[in-house]
């Protein structure tokens, strides 16, 4: 890299396409499945994103005088905030009403996914921090040139978060809930590490599943059909019609999905009298499960607890994943093996005076997140003394 900055210069590109799918993949690293070439270029390329969702790929590309790419970073400019899971729409409603102009926005993210991972992609090596700051700035100066009020970074890592924190972007503080795997052997070897009480009730849930006849298995690589993601993305668009929401992910998408990343992808898959009736879509990172979709045609009780929660902590024992991450929201998962852990946020606000607003509203937040996370800990289902 050179050692002035000023020999470096930052382009926004309408598509990763436009980016070598090498290129890419080498800043991005080979952990997190979401940030790789292939999975953004099949929301891109299925219309999941674009024009119709109001995800306009806006990805920044840092180069050097030769024209080699530095780094990039996933980035849309958005007339909405849906999709996010990092909720600003108080912020937007208080700043319209003040007179603002909140949308559209930048946002640094991957659609439609709360998983943490890295957001500004930049190789290993010793300029990496350098590099990361620089495309800081850099995504800075494209907010300000296009004119935004605001630029939002979601689920960064913590590195990246204190690299925003430094260079004066708002944090904020939020949590999920993960399963970490112990070294465990097997599930009764997790079930183990649980109060007797808490272990006998998810001994109870599983029994009634298999009582039930829904025989429920993980299917990946060259087990996985088109028929298979025919009948998910029933279910997948089901459970959006059932919630009032706009299901983004296209049917292409689940097809680009099937021939590109088959084998980055576990689809627990439950079936009654050899009929599915639900599915849960996973993605496999290189030390964790990532659970995302869930839907099914039938009612059964427990079945979403199976599918999606205890089918996860099966597979990543028997893959030797360090974690399951479920996803947001849902406090049932404490009693289920899935514990509050943090995640963050970075917000650039352009108007000094809503900044101010912001940052207050995001201390008294933060207590409240803090408070709350150690509420949800006290209900670990895992024993704390040698009593079984």
């Not at 998983?115 to 500004?120: A, D, E, K, M, S």
């Not at 925003?164 to 183990?192: C, K, P, S, V």
């Not at 009480?197 to 059909?225: F, M, N, P, Q, W």
Request: hydrophobic share 40%; proline share 5%.
């Amino acid at each position: 890299m050179p050692d002035d900055s000023q020999a470096l210069n930052v382009c926004t590109l309408q598509s990763v396409s436009q980016v070598d799918k090498e290129v890419w993949n080498r800043c991005a690293g080979p952990d997190n499945p979401f940030l790789s070439w292939d999975f953004l270029n099949a929301l891109e390329e299925s219309g999941s994103v674009g024009p119709r969702a109001g995800w306009l790929p806006q990805h920044a590309s840092l180069e050097d005088s030769a024209g080699n790419v530095l780094a990039v970073a996933p980035m849309y400019l958005k007339n909405h905030s849906q999709g996010e899971y990092v909720f600003d729409w108080g912020w937007a409603d208080a700043y319209e009403r003040a007179g603002g102009k909140y949308y559209p926005k930048l946002i640094v993210a991957v659609p439609f996914t709360p998983v943490t991972g890295p957001r500004l992609l930049v190789p290993e090596g010793p300029q990496r921090k350098i590099l990361q700051q620089i495309l800081i700035e850099s995504l800075l100066q494209i907010a300000m040139k296009i004119g935004v009020t605001n630029l939002h970074i979601t689920f960064p890592t913590p590195e990246e978060k204190s690299i925003a924190d430094d260079m004066g972007l708002l944090i904020r503080r939020a949590f999920q809930y993960h399963w970490r795997n112990e070294n465990y052997t097997n599930f009764d070897d997790f079930l183990g590490a649980l109060s007797s009480r808490k272990r006998k009730a998810i001994r109870k849930e599983r029994a009634s599943i298999a009582a039930s006849g829904v025989d429920v298995r993980a299917l990946t690589g060259d087990d996985l059909t088109d028929a298979h993601w025919d009948v998910f993305h029933r279910f997948y668009t089901a459970t959006y019609d059932k919630k009032w929401g706009y299901p983004y992910l296209t049917r292409e998408f689940f097809c680009l999905l099937h021939e590109r990343m088959p084998d980055k992808v576990a689809l627990m898959w439950a079936t009654f009298d050899n009929e599915p009736i639900a599915g849960a879509l996973n993605f496999i990172g290189s030390d964790s499960l990532f659970g995302r979709n869930w839907g099914c045609s039938a009612e059964v009780k427990f079945l979403h607890f199976e599918t999606c929660y205890y089918q996860a902590i099966d597979f990543a024992i028997a893959n030797g994943l360090k974690r399951v991450e479920a996803g947001t929201q849902g406090p049932h998962k404490v009693q289920r093996g899935y514990l509050p852990v943090e995640t963050w946020s970075a917000h650039w606000i352009a108007d000094k005076g809503f900044r101010n607003a912001v940052e207050n509203f995001l201390m008294r937040e933060d207590q409240a997140i803090l408070q709350e996370m150690q509420i949800m800990s006290e209900y670990s289902p895992y024993r704390q003394d040698d009593a079984s």
